[in-house]
T-cell receptor
Framework: AQSVTQLGSHVSVSEGALVLLRCNYSSSVPPYLFWYVQYPNQGLQLLLK??????LVKGINGFEAEFKKSETSFHLTKPSAHMSDAAEYFCAVSAGTGNQFYFGTGTSLTVIP | NAGVTQTPKFRVLKTGQSMTLLCAQD?????MYWYRQDPGMGLRLIHY???????AKGEVPDGYNVSRLKKQNFLLGLESAAPSQTSVYFCASSRFSGASYEQYFGPGTRLTVT
C-alpha cells in the first residue's frame, strides 16, 4: 500500500524567502512521486515528478524536490518565494502498475508581501 | 486541444435528487478517474477506469456510480444525493510519460447538496 503525509496544512513565507513544503511517503515498492499545485478554483497542475532517474528533480516555476530514500521524503523547495506561488500544494505517490495515485491532504502556501 | 473538461461547473441539489457529472478528454488517454476534494482531506478516489467499458471502485465509492461507454467520456452519477456528498469533484485522465503515468485534471465541479 502507498500513502503520503504532508506536514503542515498551512505554511506562510515572506516574499523572497525560501519555500519548503514537506512530504513523506510510504510504499512497499519503489515509488513514483509527484507534486501538484492548485490555484484557487482550478484543477491540479503537475509541478514535477520523481521516477528514479535522478534524486533531485526540477519542475516548473523554479520549484525542485529531492528524493531521499533513507528518510522516505520528497520535500518541495523554491529558493525565493513569489506572490504568484500562493496556492495549495499536493504531494502524491503511485507505485506498482503506476496508474493509481494517492494524494496527501495538501499544504496551503501563503506569501506575505 | 481542450484537455479535460467537466460539466457542469456548479450544481445545487436537494437531498434525494439525482444527477450526472460529465468528464470528457480529447487526449486519447486510456485511464480516467473521479476524485472528490474536501477540506483537510486532500483528494480521494471515487472510481476509476482503465479503458472503455471498464470501471473499478476507488477509496470512497459508496453512493456513486460510473460509466465509460466511450473512451473519451467518464460519467459520475449520484442516484440519491446526500448532504455528505457536498464536495468539489475532479476528473482526471492519465498517460504514460517518461517512465511513469501522469495525471491531467479538469477544472472541477462544485456540488452542494441541501
Amino acid at each position: 500500500a502507498q500513502s503520503v503525509t504532508q506536514l503542515g496544512s498551512h505554511v506562510s513565507v515572506s516574499e523572497g524567502a525560501l519555500v519548503l513544503l514537506r512530504c513523506n511517503y510510504s510504499s512497499s515498492v519503489p515509488p513514483y512521486l509527484f507534486w501538484y499545485v492548485q490555484y484557487p478554483n482550478q484543477g491540479l497542475q503537475l509541478l514535477l515528478k520523481y521516477t528514479s532517474a535522478a534524486t533531485l528533480v526540477k519542475g516548473i516555476n523554479g520549484f525542485e524536490a529531492e528524493f531521499k530514500k533513507s528518510e522516505t521524503s520528497f520535500h518541495l523547495t523554491k529558493p525565493s518565494a513569489h506572490m504568484s506561488d500562493a496556492a495549495e500544494y499536493f504531494c502524491a505517490v503511485s507505485a506498482g502498475t503506476g496508474n493509481q495515485f494517492y494524494f496527501g491532504t495538501g499544504t496551503s502556501l501563503t506569501v506575505i508581501p | 486541444n481542450a484537455g479535460v473538461t467537466q460539466t457542469p461547473k456548479f450544481r445545487v441539489l436537494k437531498t434525494g435528487q439525482s444527477m450526472t457529472l460529465l468528464c470528457a478528454q480529447d487526449m486519447n488517454h486510456e485511464y480516467m478517474y473521479w476524485y472528490r476534494q474536501d477540506p483537510g482531506m486532500g483528494l480521494r478516489l471515487i472510481h476509476y477506469s482503465v479503458g472503455e467499458g471498464t470501471t473499478a471502485k476507488g477509496e470512497v465509492p459508496d453512493g456513486y456510480n460510473v460509466s465509460r461507454l466511450k473512451k473519451q467520456n467518464f460519467l459520475l452519477g449520484l442516484e440519491s444525493a446526500a448532504p455528505s456528498q457536498t464536495s468539489v469533484y475532479f476528473c482526471a485522465s492519465s498517460r504514460f510519460s517518461g517512465a511513469s503515468y501522469e495525471q491531467y485534471f479538469g477544472p472541477g465541479t462544485r456540488l452542494t447538496v441541501t
